[in-house]
């Protein structure tokens, strides 16, 4: 079979970080690429003897390609500190490793638990993600604060998903929103980016309407309205803020 490496980017993740390197013991290496973490997590990392490197945080993009400078196997599979591999996915990587079509890659699925369910609709089901990957074949882009993984050439499709715990609790996610906004905003306005307040009240209006209705975030009950209301603020505040940082630099 061939080799693979278990990739996670961590930062404080001792929430949910043993059950993430659990999910990963299928792997012939797990490498935690380590930001500096200053409560359990690196001695989470040992129990799974997994191969730590410290880098400063620069944002996910260049971590991941920081990330697969440290990478000696041909095959990976990374996920976050707050993610799990199903034993279904689990079963389908090893499968693949077995005998790998003639691709980059695969794609698989995420499931996102939210308040009190896993969210099916909204547009966050199914989140197909490019995890699976040879250490050359692929390409690492995006807009602050996400990464995005995506396949130099071809790319295949695996069975089963990775379960996602992304927030602990209200508070938790919109303090994240509040990182994420302030950088993406920052990301923006360096590429050229304006905005306005009619303009960021229509991105968040129509985020909220794709979300709700055109993804039937409705089926996902309460949950379903929250996560569009959250994504109405984001989208607005990620907007708003490119009006904030034009005034500052006029002053």
Known sequence: MNRITGLVLTYNGERLLDKALESLSFCSEILIIDSGSNDSTLDIAGRYNARVVHNDWNGAIDQHKFALTQVTTSWVVTIDQDEIISPELRKSIIEMLENPDEVDGYYCSRKSWYLDRFIMHSGW????????????????????????????????????DIIH????????????????TQDASEDLYSRGKRSSLGSALGHGFGKFFKQYILKAGFLDGRAGFIVAVHAFFYTFQKYIRLVELEMKDRK
């Open 125 to 160: 089901y199914p989140d197909k993600l490019f995890r699976i990957y040879r250490r050359d074949g692929i390409t690492i882009s995006g807009i602050r604060p996400h990464e995005e993984l995506r396949p130099k050439n071809r790319s295949g499709q695996l069975a089963g």
């Open 165 to 180: 715990y992304p927030y602990e609790n209200f508070f938790q996610h919109l303090d994240k929103i509040n990182k994420y």
